[in-house]
């Protein structure tokens, strides 16, 4: 069990730019969920995927974001025209079974917009 | 509208002795609950979770105590420990499908030697 992993780490882009991260799931996992984190609060939920199927977004997420998980495996999450608004720490969680309410999350990608 | 609350943003106890970390919920159907521990860098790793149909769980040394009428629920650790310092959150499966989890927002606890 090698753990749910996120690349990269940090990101440092300038405002208006596109940025993509990337998540790798436990590997027996089917259900992958992105949360965004700022300062002070708690994760707030912005997508979550059954294997390919994106089945819930949040409000929270505008049409410059985009999220895919095209094989069921790992996903990806593109910010396009990257605002000052959008620097969060973005972070990736997996969980197994029909009823499992446990999510695992990995470290989480830093992104700061200058 | 806050859905779960965790009012105290720090909590500072003496090493050896019990910390006791508390969260609100408003809404009367949740019927799972999460506590999640966070270190600095780094994503929140799972502790310990409790159904609604128990009032109390325990694993070594967290205990996790709901009570349903007050819609409250306390994190206890006993006896707290340096790498007890982190930030604590409860959270709580909801939203449209219940599977995404609805977070408060942290009560930071260190651990004094």
């Known amino acids: 069990d090698t753990g749910v992993s996120q690349n990269p780490r940090h990101k440092i882009t300038k405002r208006g730019q596109n940025v993509t991260f990337r998540c790798d799931p436990i590997?027996?996992?089917?259900?992958l969920y992105w949360y965004r984190q700022t300062l002070g609060q708690g994760p707030e939920f912005l997508t979550y995927f059954q294997n390919e199927a994106q089945l819930e977004k949040s409000r929270l997420l505008s049409d410059r974001f985009s999220a895919e998980r095209p094989k069921g495996s790992f996903s990806t999450l593109e910010i396009q025209r990257t605002e000052q608004g959008d620097s969060a720490m973005y972070l990736c969680?997996?969980?197994?079974?029909?009823?499992?309410?446990?999510?695992?999350f990995g470290p989480g990608t830093r992104l700061t917009v200058t | 509208d806050q859905q779960v609350k965790q009012n105290s943003p720090s909590l500072s106890v003496q090493e050896g002795r019990i910390s006791i970390l508390n969260c609100d919920y408003t809404?009367?159907?949740?019927?799972?609950f999460l506590w999640y521990k966070k270190y600095p860098a780094e994503g929140p790793t799972f502790l310990i979770s409790?159904?609604?149909i128990k009032d109390k769980n325990e694993d070594g040394r967290f205990t996790v105590f709901l009570n349903k009428s007050a819609k409250h629920l306390s994190l206890h650790i006993v006896p707290s420990q340096p790498g007890d310092s982190a930030v604590y959150f409860c959270a709580v499966p909801g939203g449209d499908s219940n599977y995404q989890l609805i977070w408060g927002a942290g009560t930071k606890l260190i651990i004094k030697p």
């Open positions: 590997s027996e996992h089917n259900r």
């Open positions: 409790i159904s609604s």
């Open positions: 969680a997996s969980s197994l079974r029909v009823g499992s309410r446990e999510q695992y």
């Open positions: 809404n009367s159907m949740f019927d799972y």
